[in-house]
C-alpha cells in the first residue's frame, strides 16, 4: 500500500526473491508458497505478523518499498 493508501499486488518476483533468501532459513515459513502478483497461499501455522514484517523489511531493504509504504496481508 502506498503512501496514499492505494494498493496493488506485490510483484511475483519480490515474493519469490524474499521466499529465496529466507523461507529455507526460516521453519516457520515452510508453509506459504507464492502464486503469482499480490498472492501468497500461507498455511494457518504461519505466524502471519511475523511473516508481514519479515517481508515487508526484506523489501525495504532491496529499495521496491518506498518510504510511507506497507505490505498489507489479508484473507481471500
Not at 47 to 57: F, I, Q, S, T
Request: glycine residues 10%; proline residues 4%.
Amino acid at each position: 500500500m502506498d503512501a496514499a493508501g492505494e494498493g496493488r499486488g506485490c510483484p511475483l518476483k519480490w515474493i519469490d526473491n524474499f521466499a529465496m533468501r529466507n523461507f529455507t532459513n526460516e521453519a516457520m515459513f515452510d508453509d506459504t508458497l507464492p502464486v503469482e502478483d499480490g498472492l501468497l497461499e500461507v498455511g494457518k501455522r504461519v505466524p502471519m505478523e511475523e511473516l508481514r514484517a519479515a517481508m515487508e523489511d526484506w523489501i525495504r531493504r532491496k529499495g521496491w518499498l518506498k518510504a510511507g509504504e506497507r505490505i498489507r496481508f489479508g484473507e481471500i
